[in-house]
């Protein structure tokens, strides 16, 4: 229980760093999340009509996730230097394969008869596009982005290790100095981020889905 | 207005062995429900779709009301005929209401009259606008998203409806209420109608005529009766069961072989039959009930008595003139 009135006080201390490292870390996850959602989403539309945009691009992103998030961070490092750019890369590399992959199958499970409906009655490809096929994917969309965010979110905390700032910055710093409460500082306010967010995106596609 | 006409039209699929549809000629006249009747891989779907360019043929020609749909916007040429598929194909994100507003949106007209279409089509298949027209195509019965997807193929007051295998998927009960539905509406409404299915039954309920397919090509058109007393030839006669004489039955109605009730006809208590039902169902009450005769009902009044011995001596009938004239009722 002390470390926490000591993480407390800590916290109120420091209230202007915590604060700036706050905005910094949404920061990243919002430039990782938005370059995703921006590729990914488009992308998915493509690969689910094309068997061959399919296999190039769901095969890439899936081999670029399994390489770990640390190691992305210190392979930008000779580009990027010990930067927001190489955090946001490392990050970004990260979103990408929840996104693409949701919004693939989203569109691919899309009941043909629905489709074959959409255009019997005379609707267009535009029409058909965003009257029926985007609202029937937008909920499977979404719980790929929800899973993104939650990564992203937690994920951002490395970005510390190269300079970069964010939340990370107290668990590094917790860590050096073997200060518990310290690295509370940082991990809580993460920990409440990733539940905000995964709670959020939970409800609004729960809103967004097709009434059974 | 609302004729189509199929002149000599073929459809080849890249790498297909053969033509799912080879040199199909056929002319369907305004107001007639027109069955395509055949096994599956005959052709029928494509040819259906064919007609609402959701397939191009590769040779011939499809006119509505004289003019190539080809020269026809496609969009525009598909919201003018109203489709209706098996799985109804309704937008499960959309309430009944908005589907039913589909094509009245594409065609641009006032919402006023859109929300006034809605309940009018509503009420017309029998759903209660007021309970109905907020709920999503899940919360419905088969039967009742079968109905929301005729409404919705209605909506836009097409002259000519293609309807593939709507009731296909539906169990046999609501399938033979929707039939009787379908009869209701189309004595209504008199629209052009092809529909395709490959039971028998519901071919001879429905249709004034019935294409027969086979491999692609139209092996018979004619009226059902026709079909079954005189199949083109064993294929037609196996597929429609031309022996079977109680499935003739279904197309006799009660009033063209019953006997006029004499003027001191005392009612008795015998069973009774509506004028306008079919002999097979007069066999079954005379069956179920064991009566020697029964009560020919029209409007509540009897008009008529039907015995066992009108029914078998109609049964063989070839008298097509008599019997064709109990179908168009």
């Known amino acids: 229980m002390e470390v926490f009135v000591e993480a407390f006080a800590y916290a109120t201390e420091n209230m202007g760093e915590l604060w700036n490292a706050l905005l910094r870390h949404l920061l990243l996850v919002a430039t990782a999340l938005g370059v995703g959602v921006a590729v990914c989403v488009p992308l998915g539309v493509w690969t689910a009509r094309s068997r061959f945009a399919s296999a190039t691009f769901i095969n890439l992103f899936n081999t670029l996730r399994v390489i770990p998030s640390l190691a992305i961070l210190f392979l930008a490092l000779p580009y990027f230097g010990l930067s927001f750019e190489s955090a946001a890369i490392a990050l970004t590399i990260l979103a990408l394969p929840p996104i693409l992959i949701n919004t693939d199958a989203a569109f691919r499970n899309i009941n043909p008869a629905v489709r074959e409906a959409a255009r019997g009655m005379g609707m267009g490809g535009l029409d058909t596009f965003w009257q029926v096929e985007f609202p029937l994917a937008l909920p499977v969309i979404l719980a790929g982005i929800r899973t993104s965010l939650v990564e992203v979110i937690a994920s951002a905390t490395l970005a510390a290790f190269i300079g970069a700032g964010g939340l990370g910055d107290f668990i590094v710093l917790g860590s050096q100095l073997r200060n518990e409460a310290i690295l509370l500082v940082g991990a809580i306010p993460v920990a409440i981020m990733a539940v905000l967010a995964e709670v959020g995106m939970s409800s609004l596609q729960k809103a967004l889905e097709v009434p059974a | ?329």
């Open chain 2, 1 to 329: 207005m609302g004729n189509i006409e199929l002149i000599n039209v073929s459809k080849q699929f890249p790498g297909a062995p053969r033509p799912a549809v080879r040199d199909c000629s056929l002319d369907v006249e305004q107001g007639s429900f027109v069955v395509l009747l055949g096994p599956s891989g005959c052709g029928k779907t494509t040819l259906l779709k064919m007609v609402n360019r959701l397939y191009e043929p590769t040779g011939g020609q499809i006119l509505i009301n004289g003019a190539d749909i080809r020269e026809i916007k496609v969009t525009t040429l598909r919201q003018r005929i109203g489709y209706v598929i098996q799985q109804t194909g309704l937008f499960p994100h959309m309430t009944v209401a908005q589907n039913v507003a589909v094509v009245p949106r594409l065609l641009g007209w006032e919402r006023d009259r859109i929300d006034a279409r809605i309940d009018e089509l509503l009420r017309l298949i029998k759903l209660a606008p007021e309970e109905y027209r907020n709920r999503y195509p899940s919360q419905l019965s088969g039967g009742q998203q079968q109905r929301v997807g005729l409404a919705r193929a209605l909506a836009g007051d097409p002259e000519v409806m293609l309807m593939d295998e709507p009731f296909g998927a539906i169990d046999a009960i609501t399938r033979t209420s929707l039939q009787d539905e379908m009869l209701r509406l189309q004595r209504q409404l008199k629209k052009t109608i092809l529909f395709v299915t490959h039971d028998v039954e519901e071919a001879l309920r429905l249709a004034d005529k019935i294409v027969v397919m086979d491999f692609g090509s139209i092996v018979q058109y004619d009226t059902p009766f026709h079909i079954l007393t005189n199949p083109a030839n064993a294929f037609v006669h196996n597929l429609v069961g031309a022996d079977d004489t109680v499935r003739r039955l279904s197309l006799l109605q009660v009033d063209m072989v019953m006997s006029r009730t004499p003027a001191d006809y005392a009612h008795n208590g015998h069973p009774t039959i509506a004028a306008n039902d079919n002999l097979r169902n007069a066999l079954s009450v005379l069956l179920r009930t064991g009566a020697v005769s029964l009560t020919v009902l029209q409007d509540a009044q009897p008009v008529g008595v039907l015995t066992l011995d009108d029914i078998r001596s109609n049964a063989g009938t070839n008298n097509v003139a008599a019997i064709e004239k109990g179908h168009a009722v």
